[in-house]
């Protein structure tokens, strides 16, 4: 259980850091991802990006 939350942390923390790139794509945007701006900055949490590009992932690998 902890290997996949961290797994999961992890992969949040890798999706908020590309998320500006990802917006170009129209991800980032979905309902459930949240924009929190904080002191002149914004935060990206991208929740339902992750979940999407999990279940991609996912699909993917049983296809293989």
């Given amino acids: 259980m902890l290997k996949w939350l961290l797994t999961l942390f992890v992969a949040l923390l890798v999706l908020a850091a590309v998320a500006p ?30 979940v999407l590009l999990s279940l991609l992932v996912y699909l993917l690998g049983r296809l293989i």
């Fill in 21 to 50: 790139g990802l917006a170009r794509l129209g991800l980032g945007r979905l309902p459930g991802d949240l924009k929190i701006p904080l002191r002149g900055r914004v935060y990206y949490v991208p929740f339902a990006t992750t």
